[in-house]
């Protein structure tokens, strides 16, 4: 932690060699955290397995389902064990991260590894409509925290890494090194410096070669585009990113809603609120298996021919309640994949409408595409993550077009609905529910943090001497065409010079909004 005048200039010393210090421990970031969301990966598909076999042992022997609820009961039991012993393994773990980097909790590291790499994984073998990737998240992000402490980096630095390790987490979780980028940039971190983008590219890149040595070459998702969609056929683009933006935006009520009415269990603690999903996994995976775990059998399912409309409908609202039921009870896991099994399926649905009306049957799987990323750029509110996400897990770049288009539709759709996105609503909710956190060891302490300066802002084309910039704060580098300037009074700033600024760490974030006002459009 840096403190007073003297760590002061020290900070202004250190921040030269960040940049190279940055893309080391970016790698070592990525190869730590690539190897334990992997062993996490194959932990999970492996407890998912184990859910299916007992499923399908207690199908044949029905006298034994009375003992596989038992058996459920006691699983949700030890689950809210971990839950009570570190609270901030609950849900996916991105909202944590994001208020971690913040500065607005302080998670401790060893805890949360140890904690949700094992709740998640009791979770999957209970048979959660839960995903790997939330989590993977949550895990890059603690090993990024743990390699600053072990390390005695500043605040500054630690977020870096904790930023650099989520990529990590999402590249190994699904193969997708440029999304991991994206969505640690755009959603965790939220501003795309320099110093940030060479820690975050050489974590997720380096994850992204350890997880596909283990993986292999092959797509994520199973579906094959056999052919570009027409530009005549459009139309079925917009109709379904006005169905996605609306069905998200509803996934998004019913999942804070969902989370509301567990509040008034007043017979479970918050802890043992995993117990309800369990139960109910065990009732609905007895008749309905597909719609169970994190989504890989719908996968397969999806590539099967002659699915019907009327079943694909069903497995919607059956997936749907699963997904925000285990979500919502607080289990350790997340809404990425399920949320993207959703999108499938809605995809499956309009297709097959758009089948009737005349578009020709080869261009099926392509809906599932776009409604994916449609369904996503609902939720998340983070479209260019969605569609890179989407090309990735998809292997072709034949949708990036009609991916583009239906993922800003569904976006728009659910801006004009007033959905907020998912992650924001749990921020706010974490944050809510968050005894008062002290902030006395960083009433001394400095942090350095970069903006560029936006089109149209209201520092673009100003000198500095007339800015309005927050106290505490002090702009110490002006960044243009690669050369810095030593920032004075009469310096005038243009669009796209990277400006460093100094600030008070106790009063990081009032200091960061009223700066965003400041640099950005």
Same mark, same amino acid.
């Given at each position: 932690m840096?403190k007073?005048?003297?760590?002061?200039?020290?900070?202004?010393?250190?921040?030269?060699?960040?940049?190279?210090?940055?893309?080391?421990?970016?790698?070592?970031?990525?190869?730590?955290?690539?190897?334990?969301?992997?062993?996490?990966r194959?932990?999970?598909?492996?407890?998912?397995?184990?859910?299916?076999?007992?499923?399908?042992?207690?199908?044949? !022997?029905?006298?034994?389902? *009375?003992?596989?609820?038992?058996?459920l009961?006691?699983?949700?039991?030890?689950?809210?064990?971990?839950?009570?012993?570190?609270?901030?393994i609950?849900?996916? $773990?991105?909202?944590?991260?994001e208020?971690?980097v913040?500065?607005?909790?302080?998670?401790?590291?060893?805890r949360?590894l #140890?904690?949700?790499?094992?709740?998640? @994984?009791? @979770?999957?073998?209970?048979?959660?409509?839960?995903?790997?990737?939330?989590?993977?998240?949550?895990?890059?992000?603690?090993?990024?925290?743990a390699?600053?402490?072990?390390g005695?980096?500043?605040?500054?630095?630690?977020?870096?890494?904790m /930023?650099?390790?989520? @990529?990590?987490?999402?590249?190994?979780?699904? !193969?997708?090194?440029?999304?991991?980028?994206?969505?640690?940039?755009?959603e965790?971190?939220? !501003?795309?410096?320099?110093?940030?983008l060479?820690? +975050?590219?050489?974590?997720?890149?380096?994850a992204?070669?350890?997880?596909?040595?283990?993986?292999?070459?092959?797509?994520? #998702?199973?579906?094959?585009?056999?052919?570009?969609f027409?530009?005549k !056929?459009?139309?079925?683009v917009?109709?379904?990113?006005?169905?996605?933006?609306v069905?998200?935006?509803?996934?998004?009520?019913?999942?804070m809603?969902?989370?509301?009415?567990?509040?008034?269990?007043?017979?479970?603690?918050?802890?043992?609120?995993?117990?309800?999903?369990?139960?109910?996994?065990?009732?609905? $995976?007895?008749?309905?298996?597909?719609?169970?775990?994190?989504?890989?059998k719908?996968?397969?399912?999806?590539?099967?021919?002659?699915?019907v409309?009327? /079943?694909?409908?069903?497995?919607?609202?059956?997936?749907?309640?699963?997904s925000?039921?285990?979500?919502?009870?607080?289990?350790?896991?997340?809404?990425?994949?399920? #949320?993207?099994?959703?999108?499938?399926?809605?995809?499956?649905?309009?297709?097959?409408?758009?089948?009737?009306?005349?578009?020709?049957?080869?261009y099926?799987?392509?809906?599932?595409?776009?409604?994916?990323?449609?369904?996503?750029?609902?939720?998340?509110?983070? *479209?260019?993550? $969605?569609?890179?996400?989407?090309?990735?897990?998809?292997?072709?770049?034949?949708?990036?077009?009609?991916?583009?288009? +239906?993922?800003?539709?569904?976006?728009? +759709?659910?801006?004009?609905?007033?959905?907020?996105p998912?992650?924001?609503?749990?921020? /706010?909710?974490?944050?809510?529910?968050? *005894?008062?956190?002290?902030?006395?060891?960083?009433?001394?302490?400095?942090?350095?943090?970069?903006?560029?300066?936006?089109?149209?802002?209201?520092?673009?084309?100003?000198?500095?001497?007339?800015?309005?910039?927050?106290?505490?704060?002090?702009?110490?580098?002006?960044?243009?065409?690669?050369?810095?300037?030593?920032?004075? $009074?009469?310096?005038?700033?243009?669009?796209?010079?990277?400006?460093?600024?100094?600030?008070?760490?106790?009063h990081?974030?009032?200091?960061?909004?009223?700066?965003e006002?400041?640099? /950005?459009?």
């Amino acid at each position: 932690m840096i403190k007073n005048q003297s760590d002061t200039a020290n900070i202004l010393r250190e921040r030269s060699k960040l940049n190279k210090r940055l893309a080391y421990e970016g790698l070592l970031v990525g190869i730590v955290s690539g190897a334990v969301c992997i062993v996490y990966r194959l932990v999970l598909s492996n407890a998912e397995s184990i859910y299916f076999t007992i499923r399908d042992f207690v199908a044949h !022997n029905v006298s034994c389902w *009375p003992l596989w609820i038992i058996g459920l009961i006691v699983l949700g039991l030890i689950i809210s064990i971990f839950l009570k012993w570190e609270p901030m393994i609950g849900g996916s $773990g991105i909202p944590q991260l994001e208020a971690e980097v913040q500065g607005r909790i302080d998670e401790c590291w060893w805890r949360v590894l #140890l904690a949700k790499f094992c709740a998640g @994984a009791l @979770a999957l073998v209970g048979g959660l409509s839960l995903g790997r990737e939330g989590p993977s998240i949550q895990l890059g992000g603690m090993i990024g925290k743990a390699l600053a402490k072990k390390g005695k980096r500043v605040k500054t630095e630690e977020r870096y890494l904790m /930023t650099a390790g989520a @990529a990590a987490g999402l590249s190994a979780a699904f !193969n997708a090194p440029l999304a991991g980028i994206m969505f640690a940039l755009e959603e965790v971190h939220k !501003n795309f410096s320099t110093s940030a983008l060479v820690s +975050v590219m050489i974590a997720s890149i380096t994850a992204d070669f350890l997880s596909r040595n283990i993986f292999g070459l092959s797509p994520t #998702l199973a579906f094959s585009i056999k052919e570009t969609f027409p530009l005549k !056929n459009y139309i079925w683009v917009i109709i379904l990113g006005i169905v996605a933006g609306v069905l998200g935006a509803f996934y998004n009520k019913v999942t804070m809603g969902t989370i509301k009415l567990y509040k008034k269990t007043p017979f479970l603690k918050k802890h043992q609120r995993v117990i309800i999903p369990l139960v109910l996994s065990g009732i609905l $995976g007895f008749y309905c298996p597909l719609v169970m775990g994190g989504g890989h059998k719908l996968v397969e399912y999806l590539n099967e021919p002659n699915l019907v409309l009327s /079943t694909l409908v069903l497995l919607f609202i059956l997936k749907l309640l699963i997904s925000c039921v285990s979500f919502g009870s607080g289990a350790a896991g997340g809404i990425f994949f399920p #949320l993207l099994i959703l999108g499938s399926l809605i995809g499956a649905s309009v297709g097959k409408i758009a089948i009737m009306c005349g578009v020709p049957s080869e261009y099926f799987m392509n809906f599932i595409i776009m409604a994916m990323a449609a369904y996503f750029s609902a939720i998340v509110r983070a *479209p260019i993550t $969605g569609i890179v996400l989407i090309a990735e897990m998809s292997g072709t770049l034949k949708m990036l077009l009609p991916i583009s288009l +239906v993922s800003f539709v569904s976006y728009y +759709v659910a801006n004009l609905l007033h959905s907020e996105p998912i992650y924001e609503s749990l921020l /706010t909710n974490l944050l809510n529910n968050q *005894p008062y956190h002290s902030m006395d060891e960083y009433a001394d302490s400095k942090e350095l943090i970069g903006y560029t300066v936006g089109f149209g802002s209201n520092a673009c084309d100003h000198y500095i001497k007339d800015l309005q910039l927050p106290r505490r704060s002090l702009i110490v580098s002006v960044i243009r065409g690669g050369e810095e300037i030593i920032p004075k $009074g009469d310096t005038k700033l243009i669009s796209g010079d990277r400006i460093i600024v100094l600030v008070d760490a106790f009063h990081l974030d009032e200091t960061k909004l009223m700066l965003e006002s400041v640099f /950005t459009s």
